[in-house]
Every structure is written in C-alpha cells, then in structure tokens.
C-alpha cells in the first residue's frame, strides 16, 4: 500500500519561496516515477512537475518551467519541489503522487495520492 505524506507549504508573498516535501510509505519507493500535481478552487487538478525512478529525468509544466525543481533522495523515500519566483497564480493545493516506472501528466493515471498541501501567493 502507498502512502504518500506532504508538507512545506504556506502562506508567501509574490517573488518569494518555498519547498514542499512529500514522505512516501512505498517498499520499493525507487521503482515508483514520482510527481506534483496542483488544483486551484474551480479549477481542474493539473501536473506541474514529474521525476523518473532513477532521478534522471525531469519534467515540468510550461508555467512552472525555470522557476520550480523537483528531486528525490530515494534513501529517504521523498520527493520535494523547490518553488521559486512564486506568483499569485501558483496559489493552490499541491499534491504528490506515486506510479510504477514512468511518468504521467495524467492525473487519472494516478490512484495513490497525499492529503495535499496549501500554497498561498499573495500579491
């Protein structure tokens, strides 16, 4: 069973920073492809940034690109997001999720997700 546990986020202001983490329960947590996903209110949950099994391949949104960086230590089974140049328009829950081998920017490829975190941007 996967379980997947993120924390970091916050209230910041516009052009400020921010590291989400997310803690994974998986026992073989380096075959899984790992990624952020982000839903505003009334909008639909969207990738935002995704990391092969192995780390060595990344992928982002197009609204994110430049500004956040995703990475894992597989000897501590997390993935973290590193949000920079923060704007009001990343405001949103931020959610990790967990799949074998590949990523996806599908959000229904995906049946393991966290509780989510908040990120506030003000302006």
């Known amino acids: 069973q996967v379980q997947l546990v993120e924390s970091g986020g916050g209230l910041v202001q516009a052009g400020g920073s921010l590291r989400l983490s997310c803690a994974a329960s998986?026992?073989?947590?380096?075959?899984?492809?790992m990624v952020w996903f982000r839903q505003a209110p009334g909008k639909e949950r969207e990738f935002v940034a995704g990391?092969?099994?192995?780390?060595?391949?990344?992928y982002y949104a197009d609204s994110v690109k430049g500004r956040f960086t995703i990475s894992r230590d597989n000897a501590k089974n997390t993935v973290y997001l590193q949000a920079n140049s923060l704007k009001p328009e990343d405001t949103a829950v931020y959610y990790c999720a967990a799949k074998l081998y590949s990523v996806s920017r599908w959000y229904s490829d995906y049946s393991s997700w966290g509780q989510g975190t908040q990120v506030t941007v003000s302006s």
């Open positions: 998986i026992r073989t947590f380096s075959n899984y492809a």
């Open positions: 990391v092969s099994w192995s780390g060595g391949n990344t």
